[in-house]
């Protein structure tokens, strides 16, 4: 019999993925989620991976958290946007240099901010990919429309290319995906500017109401017939740990109740490595100090199954 976990991978030669620590957290205002990449690290992902059968490398990104002596000119209208920006720019390059060696990449955040840099760095260096994006939220405000000027709130405006004008912190960004390749799971707070661009531009969204009435596995089948049908693109994979309920991930920055069940994300971490084309995945938004201690446990051992599952660990 032969393990799942052990079938070639569509995309990727060998067996290899590099963890990159992301400790940043200025896309938003709650301080502790920087912490968050030490914490999943000492949880033994870099070993669950290596029991999995892969060799793994931990990166980091010099001078991630390095601040620029002062901020950029959109400052008024977005929460430190030259800082992200910067940050973004060299997580971007260490992402990429990651995936241009052939390996498979999980991106250990920090806010969600982060998705700038991740979503750069994997249409870089694998163009067709496909991105599936797991939140509470949709992080597709434009800086004109962010209510709060927070940019864990942008990313995916930015990299669609629907800023306008882009601010000239983040020119640097490439309209890098296309509407087409986008899908997301989990929503269930969106404000009204957002809610106009995903449904001007089409974009596959399936909320939490989607989930309850389809269930999860059909869910994530129309998910991905529309943004990877036959499996022919590489995936990446953004789970914001919001999108799984307050209940169980508690030590997060913005909870909304009414989240994934824990066998909810589960499933759809398993239905992505069956498809044997994840390249990327992204584990953001957990903030160590926003919880008790036995919140912030449980919080990071689902970062913890999202990492092991998404590369393979199946139930039995
Ligand atoms: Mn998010």
Redesign the pocket.
């Known amino acids: 019999m032969t393990l799942l976990n052990y079938l070639d991978h569509r995309f990727l030669g060998g067996r290899n993925v590099s963890l990159i620590k992301l400790p940043f957290g200025a896309g938003q205002k709650k301080a502790g989620v920087e912490e968050a990449p030490e914490y999943i690290m000492n949880s033994g992902v870099d070993k669950d991976l290596k029991k999995l059968g892969y060799n793994v490398e931990v990166v980091d990104v010099p001078e991630l958290k390095k601040a620029p002596a002062e901020e950029g000119p959109s400052s008024k209208q977005l929460y430190r946007p030259l800082y992200v920006s910067t940050a973004c720019q060299r997580a971007k390059n260490v992402i990429a240099g990651e995936l241009s060696k052939g390996s498979a990449v999980v991106n250990i955040g920090g806010d ?1 901010s982060l ?1 700038i840099a991740t979503v750069s760095a994997v249409q870089e260096v694998h163009p067709t990919s496909c991105l599936l994006w797991i ?1 509470a ?1 949709a ?1 597709i405000n434009t800086p004109d429309s962010s209510p709060s000027g927070n940019l ?1 709130g942008c990313p995916v405006s930015l990299v669609l290319g629907y800023a306008k004008p882009v601010p000239p912190e983040f020119e640097w960004v490439k309209t890098c995906i296309d509407s087409g390749r986008v899908a997301y799971i989990g929503l269930r707070d969106v404000d009204p500017g957002e809610r106009m661009l995903l449904r001007q531009h089409n974009i596959p969204f399936f909320t939490m109401h989607h989930v309850d009435k389809y269930g999860i596995g059909r869910v994530v089948e129309m998910a991905m017939a529309a943004i990877n049908p036959d499996n022919l693109r590489p995936t990446h994979l953004s789970v ?1 740990v ?1 999108s799984v309920d307050p209940s169980i991930v508690p030590a997060t920055g913005t909870r909304v109740k009414g989240g994934l069940t824990f066998r909810e994300i589960m499933y759809i971490c398993e239905a992505v490595a069956e498809t044997r084309t994840l390249v990327a995945l992204d584990v ?2 957990v903030n160590p100090l926003l919880s008790d201690k036995e919140g912030c446990e449980s919080t990071i051992s689902v970062a913890r199954s999202v990492i092991r599952t998404s590369f393979g660990l199946q139930l039995v």
């Open positions: 969600h998705g939140d939220h992080d864990h914001d919001d953001v938004e």
